[in-house]
């Protein structure tokens, strides 16, 4: 099968069904790997056991603006190539990349208080991750609320571009201000600042979110090509009970 | 396993985490055999999209 033959919502239907069980299979299996290896990693010698946390903020860290990312790309698929399973792709992206950025700030609050002694500050990381979750919010609404699917969808895509300014910003601002939030500790020059013994677990529990992320995506893909076969069906309907 | 002082903050940041995955999860499950219920209804009733209209002809 060509990649080009996977624009085609049923051909695209095939391969997820076959390709799910697996993909969930190997999440799971990475997430037991990957808990087993936090829970059995050293306390950290300044945060002591609160490090575990991080096991969870910094995959979903990631996978929040990652999950942007590719709703991003989705809506150059929506704006410029009109392509329906690029809209499918962004609006089944959103709940899951909201519901990533929603356990990034909750977790991230719960490691701040005990480690900074505050749960919240309006510093500039952690504000510019709340724009993010208020974005997330906004173009679900765009998607969930417009009477006309088509039109919510082409507002959602601008949205979506529009917002994708605010992931750089995310990423530097812990170099561009002064910020309580940590600067980077793995993707920075010089390398990497953590100690192997808590960097594999880490590493780990990141590949296992991002395939719970592609899992739910595709799952959620294939919800949205069904719901609108629903949607046409139902308008078909109207159509011959009225004629 | 000795989670310190602050195990409350960390068993509170697993719980949190743990909810809102299975709710991802419970969604997406649900969402999926309640489109399949009403497609296979709609289908019953004899309703077929156009492009299997065309395949037919």
Redesign the interface.
Known sequence: MAIIDLANPTRFLTLVNRVLPWLAALTIALFAVGLVRA?QAP?DYQQ???V??MF??VP?AWLSMMCWGVMSVAALGTLVWRHPLADVAGKAAA??GA?FT??CL??GS??G??TWGTYWVWDARLTSVLVLFLLYLGVLALYWTAEDPGRGSRAAAVLTLVGAVNIPIIKFSVDWWNTLHQPASIMRMGGNAIDPSILWPLLIMAVAFTL?FFT?HL??M??EI??R??R???I??AQ?ARA | ???????D??V???A??IF??A???A???L??SA??R??GD?EE?G????SHRKDEQ
């Open positions: 829970m306390d002591g056991a609160t575990k946390i969870l903020h979903a709940p899951v519901a929603f356990i909750i977790t719960l490691w208080r005990p719970l739910l799952a959620a294939r919800n069904l719901r076969r629903v046409s069906m139902r078909i309907q011959e | 396993m000795n989670l310190g002082p602050h195990a903050f960390i509170a940041a697993y949190v985490t809102v995955v709710g991802l999860v969604w997406v499950v969402d999926y489109q399949r009403i497609l709609l009733r309703v077929t999209r156009r």
